[in-house]
């Protein structure tokens, strides 16, 4: 034997009123905009410019033996991460310190 929740009159009235407003008036969307396609050439093309300006700071030579190589140095380390938070979407809000 399973068990009746009670229901007050209420409830039974909103109940009531939504299924026949629902039998009454179907829903239409109106309006409705086409998607438009990818290209995939642009989207290739995109992710190649990001692949190449990626790979001119990883394969910068390091020069640490002057404060300036130092300062160099720091600004391609920074630059490379600005660019793998821009590809993955990851690591953007972190603030290391070491």
């Known amino acids: 034997?399973?068990?009746?929740?009670p229901i007050t009159q209420f409830e039974y009235i909103q109940y009531a009123n939504r299924t026949v407003e629902a039998g009454r008036k179907p829903r239409i969307v109106d309006g409705t905009t086409p998607?438009?396609?990818?290209?995939?050439d642009q989207v290739l093309e995109d992710?190649?410019?990001?692949?190449e300006k990626f790979d001119q700071v990883t394969n910068v030579k390091e020069d640490g033996s002057?404060?300036?190589?130092?300062?160099?140095n720091h600004l391609m380390m920074?630059?490379?991460?600005?660019?793998?938070?821009e590809m993955t979407g990851k690591g953007g809000?972190?603030?290391?310190?070491?």
């Open 1 to 5: 034997m399973g068990y009746i929740a």
């Open 35 to 40: 998607i438009q396609p990818i290209r995939f």
């Open 47 to 51: 992710e190649t410019k990001r692949s």
């Open 66 to 72: 002057s404060s300036t190589g130092k300062y160099k």
């Open 78 to 85: 920074r630059a490379h991460e600005e660019i793998q938070v």
């Open 93 to 98: 809000y972190v603030n290391e310190m070491a």
